[in-house]
């Protein structure tokens, strides 16, 4: 069965463990190569681009959100928030790098935290700094694999509100990966995938 997702929609990958959730995101993302089939990001086929074309497509166009945060120890939150702007040059469109950066720190409820590392932050402000992040290049995408898992309900039902809040203010296409059914009902599209197939589809119709 073919994926299509459309430009600003919101789709939610669901299923068992094992079932191949992280597999299909990093599909999509063009960090892994399929065995057979095709991903296109924005009419790009990423079968066609070399790794480095994939990591420029990615630095480009898309963000991610990690359920382990995922951030550089060394790095305090807004360099971390910086670091994919060393990737790719949006300054002509965002701004400098740091105003940019330190403007999403703020949005994210951060704005007293620019200089903290990681260590000196809890897992929901770790995950807003990463939240953050992802946004930072205005991605056309976002992809998020388990972006609550290792928080309580208190900080994932903020990281939520933040994500899909800032989600529908960049008009941004949403794919995430969730264990969550009160996250995946939120979704505009669920995907369900059993043994490593698509099991159903809400997007698709009968």
């Known amino acids: 069965m073919d994926i299509d997702i459309e430009e600003r929609e919101f789709a ?20 892994d190569v399929p065995a057979t089939g095709s991903v296109s990001i924005d009419g790009q086929d990423l079968n066609k681009l070399t790794e480095d074309q994939r990591a ?30 060393e990737l790719y040059d949006r300054s002509e469109s965002s701004g400098s790098p740091g105003k940019r950066a330190s403007s999403l720190l703020e949005r994210v409820g951060l ?3 620019l200089g903290h590392y990681p ?7 770790q995950q807003r700094v990463a939240l953050a ?11 998020a694999d388990e972006p ?4 309580d309900m208190e900080n994932g039902s903020v990281i939520v509100d933040l994500l899909m809040t800032m989600n529908r203010e960049l008009a941004t296409t949403l794919v995430l ?20 197939r698509i099991a159903s589809d809400s997007g698709v119709s009968a």
């Open 12 to 31: 939610a990958i669901i299923g068992p463990s094992g079932s191949g959730k992280t597999t299909l995101l990093g599909l999509l993302a063009g960090l």
């Open 56 to 85: 420029s497509l990615r630095a480009e166009k898309v963000g991610f959100v990690f359920q382990s945060f995922q951030l550089i120890p060394t790095l305090t939150a807004l360099e971390n928030v910086m670091v994919p702007l």
């Open 111 to 113: 704005g007293d935290r």
């Open 119 to 125: 260590i000196q932050l809890s897992g929901g402000e």
């Open 133 to 143: 992040r992802a946004f930072v290049n205005e991605p056309k995408i976002l992809f």
């Open 148 to 151: 609550t898992g290792n928080l």
């Open 177 to 196: 990966v969730t264990h969550d059914p009160a996250l995946a009902d939120r979704a505009a599209r669920v995907i369900r995938l059993e043994g490593g």
